[in-house]
């Protein structure tokens, strides 16, 4: 009889959750591949092509040879390019010494937290956030502590909740304006109001993850930084990904005092190096092209937000506010805990989104997995056509 092998894995990938937005586009991948007709409103990833001239410079960048290997930092005129775009969108003045690129922003946070925390750190974390926030501060052998928040202050912390969470072991809090999962955008006073709590605790670090910034369709995006007297411990965390459809190109950067950027550099050297040569030139080219060259996706994106809302509104017990920014609606589905709905028992937001994945063929990502449990998210970086049939069909299945 063939023996049972041992898997020692480490505590660290044992205790590590999984991340429920990649689980569920998996989990919507391998359905339809089993010839189900699902709709994905689960990954938060543009479904537009990479637009022509940020194409056309990657192309450039292979004939040219850009082969080698990058600095780990990022190329310096990649860096430049970061410093000019930081200034015309944030007013932000970093210098080429304060920006580190990424493979992705995920790492550029995965860098952050390696550096900063240490067991035993708390990190806050304004509720609902994004999975990957609370997996990483727990990689990094930090706790998290998390500031509830509901639809009906959209989602929104207050100075209050804030001083109310900060104990002596905090080091480090997230913000992440326009939000994902709830869309939600901070106003600049909002803003303010929150740092003149944290300029009584000059031991807290802010990680600002601004990934989102141009898909806004409320107040304009104010940077973290940008106050003056959070500049020095607010690292601005932003990529390409969502804004210029780039998610698997894979470039993400930082902007942070220089002893962080340089600690980063230090992380990422021993880890991964520099990001992808042909990746980064092509995103010289998509931060020096005029925000309004990607206007039009940022336009159609709204248009789908509209559509989205206006359609779940129609739906008995399904409580919506008016997202902002990023591509995602993050509706308040409790009225059906407790409930059963063709003959499936709903108790909480997971029984929720797998009774929509089987019984409607729409993937959605439960609340839970952003400490949100009375949620759901639903991403429309999808069709409009994709998005009218997903909530013909979840409301055909809830009335
Ligand atoms: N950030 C996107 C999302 O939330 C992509 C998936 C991920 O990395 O979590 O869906």
């Known amino acids: 009889m063939a023996q049972v092998m041992s898997q020692p894995l480490s505590d660290r990938i044992n205790n590590l959750p999984i991340s429920q937005t990649l689980a569920m586009a998996a989990k919507a991948r391998e359905l339809r591949e089993q010839g189900k007709d699902i709709i994905s409103l689960s990954l938060g990833e543009p479904d537009f092509n990479t637009p022509d001239f940020i194409k056309d410079a990657a192309i450039q960048a292979i004939n040219d040879n850009y082969n080698s290997y990058t600095p780990v930092n990022g190329y310096g005129e990649l860096r430049e390019a ?16 304060q920006i580190v690129v990424s493979t992705g922003a995920k790492q550029s946070i995965a860098n952050v937290a390696m550096v900063l925390l240490n067991p035993g750190d708390e990190v806050i974390l304004p509720a609902p956030y994004w999975v990957s926030y609370s997996a990483i501060t727990t990689l990094a052998e930090a706790t998290y502590v998390e500031i509830p928040t509901s639809i009906e202050t959209d ?54 993850d601004e990934i989102y910034e141009h898909i806004n369709y409320g107040e304009p ?42 600690a980063c550099n230090k992380m990422q050297g021993q880890i991964t190096s520099g990001a992808n040569c042909i990746a980064q030139r ?17 336009d159609e994106f709204h248009k789908r937000r509209d559509l989205v809302l206006e359609l779940l509104g129609n739906i008995e017990g399904i409580k919506t506010n008016v997202a902002q920014g990023a591509f995602y609606v993050f509706p308040d589905v409790s009225f059906y ?36 449990p009375n949620c759901i998210r639903i991403s429309y970086a999808a069709s409009q056509e994709e998005l009218k049939e997903a909530i013909r069909r979840i409301a055909e299945l809830l009335s």
């Not at 104010?222 to 470039?251: D, L």
């Not at 499936?344 to 937001?349: G, K, L, P, S, T």
């Not at 019984?359 to 997995?369: H, M, S």
């Open 155 to 208: 989602f929104k912390i207050t100075p209050e909740q804030l001083q109310a969470a900060i104990t002596p072991r905090t080091k480090m809090i997230f913000f992440n304006s326009p939000n994902n999962p709830s869309g939600t955008v901070y106003t600049e006073a909002e803003y303010r109001a929150l740092a003149e709590v944290l300029e009584n605790h000059p031991g807290i670090y802010v990680l600002s």
């Open 82 to 97: 970061i410093c000019r775009k930081f200034k015309r969108d944030n007013n932000l003045d970093y210098n080429i010494n």
């Open 282 to 298: 092509a995103t010289i080219t998509a931060l020096d092209a005029p925000v309004e060259k990607i206007q039009y996706m940022v």
């Open 337 to 372: 805990f407790g409930k059963t709905i063709d003959g499936q028992r709903v108790e909480n937001a997971s029984d929720f989104a797998m009774l929509l994945l089987e019984k409607a063929n729409v993937a959605t990502v439960t609340g839970d997995a952003f400490g949100a």
């Open 221 to 262: 995006n104010f940077s973290f930084a940008a106050i003056e007297s959070m500049y020095e411990r607010t690292i601005t965390v932003n990529g390409v990904a969502k804004a210029f459809a780039m998610t698997g190109w894979r470039i993400g950067y930082i902007g942070a005092a220089e002893w962080i950027a340089k």
